[in-house]
């Protein structure tokens, strides 16, 4: 298993930009695809973006295409999300997860490590 810490959360005004860091600890970070959902009071867990192990390949929902970066650093064991442009809609709790496999995945049920969330907060 692998420890995941996200950091990087808070409150910003609607236009601003975040960005969210997860550090890895444990089993191998390079190995694994990564990701990061968010979930909203009241709502389901969503999806918001994948990168493959290498970090060559990516894909966004589309609820933050255009707006939301995932990248990697394997040298550092860390994954982040660049924020632009949010929304109050983008209010929620932001997980990093870790894939059961090599390429990337927008269901939860493929990932099997999860740190334990970081606030984010947009205010209109």
């Known amino acids: 298993q692998v420890q995941l810490v996200e950091s990087g959360g808070g409150l910003v005004q609607a236009g601003g930009s975040l960005r969210l860091s997860c550090v890895a600890s444990g089993r191998t970070f390079s190995t694994y695809a990564m990701g990061w959902f968010r979930q909203a009071p009241g709502k389901e867990r969503e999806f918001v973006a994948h990168?493959?192990?290498?970090?060559?390949?990516?894909y966004h929902g589309d609820s933050v295409k255009g707006r939301f970066t995932i990248s990697r650093d394997n040298a550092k064991n860390t994954v982040y999300l660049q924020m632009n442009s949010l929304k109050p809609e983008d209010t929620a709790v932001y997980y990093c997860?870790?894939?059961?496999?090599?390429?990337?995945?927008?269901?939860?049920?493929?990932?099997?490590?999860w740190g334990q969330g970081t606030q984010v907060t947009v205010s209109s």
């Open positions: 997860a870790q894939s059961r496999y090599v390429w990337g995945s927008s269901r939860d049920a493929d990932f099997d490590s």
């Open positions: 990168i493959s192990r290498g970090g060559g390949s990516t």
